[in-house]
């Protein structure tokens, strides 16, 4: 149909490419893995709209290289994949989905910490292995949730969640952000501590913090060394955060005792890198976000933004409105 031309760069969840399809001159990227580079290029160059994932790069090179883009669409949280300054310096709209998967992602770190301190993975290969034999009194022993300590790095949305979690387990609340958070220690008993304190003190320490210039590898060797040696990582945010050689390295050495990643550098993970071979380490695929429900919403949400764009409106959740001012 005719309609403005855009570029999706995956099939998605849900009816929201429909209602896309309708209203735009679509074209659709179908095959199971992303677009590349060429191709993107190419499609970019002729495309009033452009619907992206975190695994598309939507640089200097694809905006010089477009000559009618006006809209693109992030179906993610974070945006580094995008040049938000260049996009705005051009007057293109940029989108996100925020707040949709806030308690889907929440979930799915407390299910990773959960996971790691009571050995769930390790318990189900050692049965699929032939091992269990008997009831053992000193098999697989792990962590308590309740009454120990969380640490969360980073008390945005997902954060404030997953300590409304951690408060539910009577566990000890503390947290670093820029910002006080008063809301959340009333709710919860939350503490706002150092970066350092917030090291030392973890029983288990979760990462939700933005990935930006001062947050790459916010978690390096001298971190990994304060940590407890029975304490575990757990990241679900982006995987520079975590500094990936370190935490092997420290790892091996048992400080920390374990990790639970949903996030790697770089997705997907190398198949021999050093991680994959030790047993405490669970390696999720980037699926925090991922139910059925929140999916199809971070598509609907998506398709939103793009066709808000394309009128030349804000976007329901515009990542720079000064194009708008």
């Not at 954060?159 to 959340?184: K, W």
Request: hydrophobic share 45%; proline share 7%.
């Amino acid at each position: 149909m005719a309609g403005p031309r855009v570029f999706v760069a995956r099939k998605l969840p849900g009816t929201a490419l429909e209602r896309l399809g309708a209203r735009t001159a679509m074209r659709l990227w179908e095959a199971p893995l992303p677009p590349p580079r060429d191709v993107l290029l190419a499609e970019a160059r002729d495309a009033e709209g452009l619907l992206t994932l975190l695994t598309d790069r939507v640089d200097r090179e694809l905006l010089e290289g477009s000559l009618v883009l006006r809209s693109v669409s992030n179906m993610a949280v974070g945006f580094d994949n995008i040049d938000v300054a260049t996009c705005t310096a051009r007057g293109i709209a940029v989108g996100n989905t925020p707040g949709v998967l806030t308690d889907t992602t929440a979930d799915f770190a407390f299910a990773l910490l959960m996971a790691g301190a009571r050995r769930v993975v390790e318990g189900d290969r050692f049965v699929r292995e032939g091992h269990w034999k008997t009831w053992d009194p000193g098999l697989l022993l792990g962590q308590d949730i309740h009454g120990a300590t969380i640490s969360i790095a980073g008390m945005g949305q997902i954060g404030q969640a997953v300590a409304r979690r951690a408060h539910g387990f009577g566990m000890r609340i503390l947290y670093t952000d820029e910002i006080p958070r008063p809301e959340i220690d009333q709710a919860t008993g939350a503490t706002r501590v150092d970066k350092d304190t917030l090291l030392r003190e973890a029983d288990f320490l979760t990462l939700h913090v933005p990935l930006t210039r001062e947050t790459r590898h916010f978690i390096g060797a001298r971190e990994l060394a304060m940590m407890k040696p029975a304490s575990l990582l757990i990241n679900t945010s982006r995987g520079p955060v975590v500094d990936q050689a370190a935490l092997a390295e420290a790892l091996r050495a048992g400080q920390p005792g374990g990790a639970a990643l949903d996030v790697t550098e770089p997705e997907p993970i190398a198949m021999d890198d050093p991680l994959l071979a030790l047993p405490n380490v669970i390696i999720a695929p980037h699926i925090a976000s991922g139910s059925r429900v929140t999916r199809a919403k971070m598509a609907d949400m998506a398709v939103d933004n793009l066709l808000a764009g394309l009128r030349g409106e804000r976007p329901p959740h515009c990542v720079n409105p000064e194009v708008f001012t």
